[in-house]
């Protein structure tokens, strides 16, 4: 079956530090990768998608960066954080069918003090 | 561009009642498939029941079943004998159907907020 592995849970970091986050599927091959961000109860904003292997497109432009270096991890980055980038960021994948729905990983909650 | 509303931000529902959340889409596609996400306070997202445009049948999911208007665009969720484990963001999403490649995303409604009172 497959799964989807997201890391860390929780993060705090001080403005201007570097940002790392990292996503990883089993059990398929090819899928689609996705990193959304969610305000508190807020909607879903899509952050980056990917349909494969080093092919990020970009939703809104911002202080983050996505990278795929192979076919099931995803890499989400930045440089330096604001405070603004504080929330909460969702990993997913899917088949690229559209009969399927996403499957999301269990999230990363960041904070940027 | 195919757009999800949802046009109830909270809802409440008392313990063993049925509640009904709304959802409408626009869209000038055929084929498409309609999906209900839960997000409880874990902030995990699950998905909860899918619908395929094509069939006229609604779908079901134990307590939760759909009530699915293609001519009119709805794609209401009903639970049925809530529970407090049911309290939870409620998302209606929909995506094309059977189309590869990067414009076949899933696309999601603003969210209902779903409060189970004991």
């Known amino acids: 079956s497959q799964t989807i592995h997201q890391w860390p849970a929780t993060l705090v970091q001080p403005v201007g530090s570097p940002l790392s986050l990292e996503c990883t599927v089993e059990?398929?091959?090819?899928?689609?990768l996705y990193w959304y961000r969610q305000a508190a109860g807020r909607g879903l904003q899509l952050l980056f998608y990917?349909?494969?292997?080093?092919?990020i497109s970009s939703e809104v432009p911002q202080n983050l960066s996505a990278s795929r270096p192979q076919d099931r991890q995803f890499i989400l980055s930045s440089k330096k954080l604001l405070l603004s980038d504080s929330g909460f960021y969702l990993c997913a994948w899917s088949k690229p069918r559209g009969r399927y729905g996403y499957t999301f990983g269990s999230g990363t909650r960041l904070t940027v003090v | 561009a195919q757009t999800v509303t949802q046009s109830q931000p909270e809802m409440s529902v008392q313990e063993a009642e049925t509640v009904t959340l709304s959802c409408t889409y626009d869209?000038?596609?055929?084929?498409?498939?309609l999906f209900w996400y839960k997000q409880p306070p874990s902030r995990q997202m699950i998905l909860v029941i899918r619908q395929e445009a094509y069939k006229q049948q609604n779908a079901t999911e134990n307590r939760f079943s759909v009530n699915f208007q293609k001519a009119a665009k709805s794609f209401s969720l009903k639970i049925s004998d809530s529970q407090l484990g049911d309290a939870a963001m409620y998302f209606c999403?929909?995506?094309?159907?059977?189309?590869?490649?990067?414009?076949?995303?899933?696309?999601f409604g603003t969210g209902t907020l779903l409060a189970v009172q004991p």
């Open positions: 990917s349909v494969g292997i080093g092919q």
């Open positions: 869209t000038s596609e055929s084929d498409y498939y």
């Open positions: 059990g398929t091959s090819n899928p689609n």
């Open positions: 999403a929909y995506r094309r159907g059977n189309y590869g490649g990067a414009t076949n995303k899933l696309i």
